[in-house]
């Protein structure tokens, strides 16, 4: 009802506000364009007028109808309520996301605490392991090295072959000299 009301257009024409000009004493074709023009200016304004005229009863009446007032106070009750369960939803959202980001640290503290025990259990390992020989380590030549097969080849190389008996020799005489080895003829 107040929806057409308030789109209110008159169909009526104002022809009686036209005696302004008179179109049938024009002189000529522009003339006679010229006093419409200034005719349909004044029944435009007069149409306007009415119209807004009939739209601010409209309003008014609006206003006072208690069916209307009734259905504004239900609307701004029904948007009280939707920003109220927004703002629930909101709340409920932020406390999950802290719990969850709670969660996550929490598990990745204990994840951390698990992986330096690891860490520490290797670094045990490791140091004890250390103090054994590694058995790809040549102590003669003081070399290190990546697989058994490069240890082979090592020892049977003319520069380990020479320190092994320069080696031995020195263990010979020290033996001769404590009296604990037999003389060589």
Same mark, same amino acid.
Request: net charge positive; glycine share 2%; aromatic share 8%.
């Given at each position: 009802?107040?929806?057409?009301?308030?789109?209110?257009?008159?169909?009526?024409?104002?022809?009686?506000?036209?005696?302004?000009?008179?179109?049938?004493?024009?002189?000529?074709?522009?003339?006679?364009?010229?006093?419409?023009?200034?005719?349909?200016?004044?029944?435009?304004?007069?149409?306007?007028?009415?119209?807004?005229?009939?739209?601010? /009863?409209?309003?008014?009446? =609006?206003?006072?109808?208690?069916?209307?007032?009734?259905? %504004?106070? +239900?609307? *701004?009750?029904? #948007?009280?309520?939707?920003?109220?369960?927004?703002?629930?939803?909101?709340?409920?959202?932020?406390?999950?996301?802290?719990?969850?980001?709670?969660?996550?640290?929490?598990?990745?503290?204990?994840?951390?605490?698990?992986?330096?025990?690891?860490?520490?259990?290797?670094?045990?390992?490791?140091?004890?392991?250390?103090?054994?020989?590694?058995?790809?380590?040549?102590?003669?030549?003081?070399? /290190?090295?990546?697989?058994? =097969?490069?240890?082979?080849?090592?020892?049977?190389?003319? %520069?380990? +072959?020479? *320190?092994?008996? #320069?080696?031995?020799?020195?263990?010979?005489?020290?033996?001769?000299?404590?009296?604990?080895?037999?003389?060589?003829?």
């Amino acid at each position: 009802f107040y929806g057409w009301w308030q789109s209110y257009c008159t169909k009526k024409s104002y022809m009686w506000l036209d005696d302004l000009y008179d179109v049938r004493q024009a002189d000529g074709r522009r003339i006679l364009r010229a006093m419409e023009k200034e005719n349909k200016k004044i029944t435009d304004e007069a149409k306007k007028e009415f119209n807004e005229s009939v739209r601010s /009863l409209v309003l008014h009446i =609006k206003k006072k109808d208690p069916r209307c007032i009734a259905q %504004k106070e +239900k609307q *701004k009750q029904l #948007e009280e309520e939707r920003l109220a369960a927004e703002k629930r939803r909101k709340e409920e959202q932020r406390r999950k996301r802290a719990e969850e980001i709670e969660r996550i640290t929490k598990q990745e503290q204990d994840m951390i605490a698990e992986h330096e025990e690891r860490l520490d259990g290797l670094l045990n390992e490791f140091s004890d392991s250390e103090e054994e020989a590694d058995p790809f380590y040549c102590p003669l030549c003081k070399k /290190l090295f990546k697989s058994d =097969k490069m240890m082979k080849q090592h020892e049977k190389s003319k %520069k380990h +072959k020479e *320190k092994l008996a #320069e080696l031995q020799g020195e263990f010979a005489e020290e033996l001769q000299a404590a009296g604990l080895a037999p003389k060589l003829i």
